[in-house]
């Protein structure tokens, strides 16, 4: 038995098993965030290798899009404090897929030059229809916590190839984000959302814009097969957004189920549905 194995045994013992109903939705989460792969999707979509054409991007344009990814993610974060300031995000997650579909027609005729345009309104609308999922599993928006739980999200579906060698890539990345998400919080339940380019706000940002942009390479390697054109542009950004909902899912359905039978049972239980779901993949 493994040393993880043992501790999830622990994490267990007295405590209260999870229902049914909350077990099976604990099932679908796992499998939403360790299975999360835009690539993948891509290439099924498009019958292309998206995951190898997204890591080989040439430095110039993989430096604009990093820039593209980081300015994105500040646009979508003055979204998600306008939430601590009363102004509840509205939408729903079928008009956000519609949306960003539009959008991702302009970045699929146009193609690079689009990116600094079209990736911000994306990002947006991607944030506002992860808002839509965190308020649905019980999360309060007004609280800084919650709010910066949303942008998370953006660094939860950046996930690599190396990745699979992780007992959990979705608690691995929560505990590699942990620190700056506690620093950003206390600043915000301090100060509210005055500033929103104090250093532990831009440190923040930073450690989510480092993985957002693996996805984002995938998406513009997608939009770059030639002839692709709007149509397949805006396909490729209905997947775009299909992907963060569905790690949003997954992500705020553990937090759902952290707040009612505390982190470390459902923890245990995670990581024992991890396990053997990759074990099953090994026997198939």
């Known amino acids: ?58 430095e110039r344009v993989a430096g604009m899009v990093n820039r593209a990814a980081g300015l994105a993610l500040k646009t979508a974060m003055k979204a998600a404090l306008a939430s601590l300031e009363g102004k509840p995000i509205k939408d729903s997650r079928k ?3 519609a949306l960003a579909a539009a959008s991702g027609a302009a970045g699929g005729a146009f193609g690079l030059a689009a990116l600094p345009v079209e990736l911000p309104v994306s990002t947006t609308i991607i944030l506002r229809s992860i808002a839509d999922i965190a308020r649905a599993e019980g999360e309060d928006l007004t609280n800084p916590e919650s709010a910066l739980a949303c942008v998370q999200v953006f660094a939860l579906g950046g996930r690599e190839g190396a990745d699979e060698l992780l007992e959990s890539s979705y608690f691995a990345m929560r505990g590699l984000l942990a620190k700056s998400v506690s620093e950003a919080t206390r600043y915000l339940a301090n100060k509210g959302a005055a500033d929103k380019s104090a250093p ?45 909902q569905t790690v949003a899912r997954g992500h705020f359905t553990v937090r759902r189920l952290e707040r009612h039978y505390g982190a470390p049972l459902v923890r245990g239980e995670y990581e024992r549905l991890a396990r053997m779901a990759r074990e099953d993949k090994t026997v198939a």
């Open 95 to 97: 008009l956000h897929k």
């Open 1 to 58: 038995m493994t040393a993880n194995a043992v501790w999830s045994e622990a994490a267990r013992g007295d405590q209260p098993e999870l229902s049914p109903v909350d077990m099976a939705a604990l099932t679908r989460a796992v499998h939403d965030l360790e299975n999360a792969g835009l690539a993948a999707k891509l290439s099924n979509m498009l019958g292309k290798q998206i995951e190898a054409a997204g890591k080989f991007v040439p």
């Open 200 to 244: 532990v706000i831009v440190r923040f940002l930073t450690q989510i814009a480092a993985r957002f942009g693996v996805v984002v390479s995938q998406k513009l390697a997608a939009q770059a097969i030639p002839l692709l054109g709007a149509a397949g542009g805006a396909a490729v950004n209905y997947a775009f957004v299909e992907h963060f």
